[in-house]
């Protein structure tokens, strides 16, 4: 039944004669989807935060705190261990390792895995975000659309970015933000064929979010920027910068888990017990933190008293500004605890959370100080821009999520300054965002829209067929009169288990050919080792890159170190060719629309 219903849509779609509009069509469709998965998400949250705050509301010094992270910690590790089999792939990076290494195959049980995991593990405490969720399930959509149609990785990875750009837009409300996000952190290049359908997802995302849920996340109360602040925003700038490199080498560390035991069900325990004292200690790391953080945006600092046990010492200034100080650097630390336990979230919220409360430092200590009045809700807001653009390497997102966050333009000049101060101080130390770094520097893969293409070339596709194959016992004199008859110059010698022993060229042969042949000898004498060997799931990128390092045309290539064949590098710039020009003619295509 479902074969011939793809059979009939397929026609459909070749009948319509335009694979442009196909992928609209399907980004519509993920998009509607992502945006579905995204307000379910933040409605199972919202519902166990509360189910979790009047809990513990009826018990003294709200000692449940210490013990309700753990439950969702473990029930995430349970669910990943028994029901999903260890099958999910949680965050951001490995959308990207999928990407550049899996032709953007996604497996299909990210969908629902990743609601009900990060629903667990935040909505009872665990101080982590739900956007890497949301955005590996949007991811999720669009790739199990595209392999559903049959589409090419190229078309995948475009829907796989809708998915996240609507993810993101249904969240935040925010659409330009969304598809900004997918292009920097993503894809890393704008295009028409990929910019057009990450519109219409982020816009198809944005309205089942206005239609099903009403609600804003944020509700900034910002004012004009007064020239007076600007020396202040660049401090903050300065600030960002220097915190997001402490996230980007604070947060892998503890997410490879700081609980060192192979038991997972106690490393879940230990790790939401200690989170759940530090939640004592600092109640605003429960969960994402965007109540607290909505209650500082409109000037309510009072809730940081709030199941505070420190609560009659904030009334002194000195003793809140090192509080919210503090919370600056235990949010990241949380976080990293949360996921390093076996919990399910990602860095954004916690970046947001942290960028917030460093531009409430600063406003709230230079107001303190009679300096000059500033105006607490733009740094806060400005505060997460900056955060967030070095974190991520993402200025542009940054600026328009919070610009349409806040419903206008006011902060833009505020926000360009600090985004690009905290961008610039990221990247003098790491060039790369934090999801790019582990993939580089553990997984060696590299951004870039050639990667994209490239993978999409598969090793079959490249192997060349201009090879024979010898045995390695094979006497020399027997081989001559082989080459002596064949029109190749390429010789593989495998052994008995026809595994690689090397390789034989003609042209490094050719003088011998005409010598007589000791008596005994063997191919095996005269064939050379290879200067590199390529195993068969290898990518096309990692392949070209190899090439370039020997500068040859051609190597081995070996599935458990039996020959495969010879990989040409010819063939592989010639099927990398003709994918740049398909995507330039979908470029033209787009443009005449």
Not at 338 to 349: D, K, M
Request: aromatic fraction near 12%.
């Amino acid at each position: 039944m479902l074969k011939s219903v793809l059979y009939k849509i397929t026609r459909w779609r070749m009948r319509q004669n335009s694979q442009r509009n196909f992928l609209i069509y399907c980004s519509v469709f993920v998009g509607m989807f992502a945006g579905l998965a995204a307000i379910t998400l933040k409605f199972l949250v919202h519902t166990m935060e509360e189910l979790s705050h009047n809990i513990s509301s009826n018990l003294p010094f709200h000692i449940i705190y210490v013990f309700l992270p753990a439950l969702g910690i473990l029930l995430t590790v349970a669910y990943q261990h028994f029901v999903n089999r260890d099958t999910i792939q949680k965050g951001i990076g490995s959308v990207l390792f999928n990407i550049k290494k899996n032709r953007s195959n996604l497996r299909y049980n990210n969908i629902y895995s990743q609601l009900i995991t990060s629903s667990l593990t935040v909505g009872f405490g665990g101080s982590s975000g739900l956007e890497a969720p949301i955005v590996s399930t949007g991811a999720s959509i669009g790739s199990n659309t595209g392999k559903f149609f049959n589409l090419t990785a190229y078309e995948k990875t475009v829907l796989i970015a809708a998915g996240a750009s609507a993810g993101i837009a249904a969240v935040f409300n925010s659409p330009i933000a969304g598809v900004l996000f997918s292009l920097e952190v993503l894809i890393g290049e704008i295009t028409i064929p990929t910019l057009i359908p990450l519109l219409i997802a982020s816009a198809t995302g944005v309205v089942v979010s206005k239609a099903l849920y009403s609600g804003q996340l944020f509700h900034l109360v910002t004012g004009g920027w007064a020239m007076q602040a600007i020396p202040f925003y660049v401090v903050l700038g300065l600030f960002c910068g220097w915190i997001s490199i402490y996230i980007a080498k604070v947060a892998p560390i503890l997410e490879k888990g700081i609980i060192k035991t192979e038991n997972r069900y106690l490393r879940a325990i230990a790790g939401g017990v200690l989170l759940g004292v530090m939640i004592i200690l600092f109640p605003p790391l429960f969960g994402e933190g965007y109540h607290y953080l909505q209650a500082v945006l409109d000037g309510h600092l009072y809730v940081l008293k709030e199941e505070n046990l420190f609560a009659s010492w904030l009334s002194n200034p000195v003793f809140m500004i090192g509080f919210i100080a503090a919370l600056v650097f235990t949010k990241i630390i949380a976080a990293g605890i949360t996921i390093g336990a076996g919990g399910n979230g990602g860095t954004f919220a916690p970046t947001m959370f942290t960028g917030a409360f460093l531009g409430l430092f600063v406003a709230f200590t230079v107001n303190q100080l009679g300096w000059v009045h500033l105006n607490t809700s733009n740094f806060i807001a400005v505060g997460m821009a900056g955060a967030l653009s070095g974190v991520l390497h993402a200025p542009l997102t940054s600026i328009f999520l919070i610009a349409e966050i806040t419903g206008g333009y006011v902060l833009f000049i505020p926000l360009m300054i600090v985004s690009a101060i905290s961008y610039i101080i990221s990247r003098l130390t790491n060039p790369h965002n934090v999801y790019w770094h582990e993939l580089i520097h553990e997984k060696d893969i590299h951004p870039g829209q050639d990667y994209v293409m490239l993978n999409a070339i598969t090793i079959d596709s490249i192997i060349s067929l201009q090879h024979v194959i010898v045995k390695s016992d094979m006497p020399l004199a027997e081989f001559y009169k082989v080459v002596a008859g064949s029109t190749v110059n390429r010789f593989a010698v495998v052994d008995a288990g026809d595994k690689l022993s090397g390789i034989v060229l003609v042209e490094e042969i050719r003088k011998q050919l005409f010598e007589q042949p000791e008596p005994g000898a063997k191919v095996v004498d005269i064939a050379s080792v290879p200067p590199i060997i390529i195993d068969y799931q290898t990518t096309a990128a990692r392949v070209l890159e190899l090439f370039d390092e020997v500068d040859v045309w051609h190597l081995p290539v070996v599935t458990d170190g039996r020959f495969v064949g010879f990989v040409s590098k010819s063939i592989l710039l010639s099927r990398y060719r003709e994918l740049f020009l398909e995507q330039h003619k979908q470029s033209d295509l787009f443009a005449k629309a």
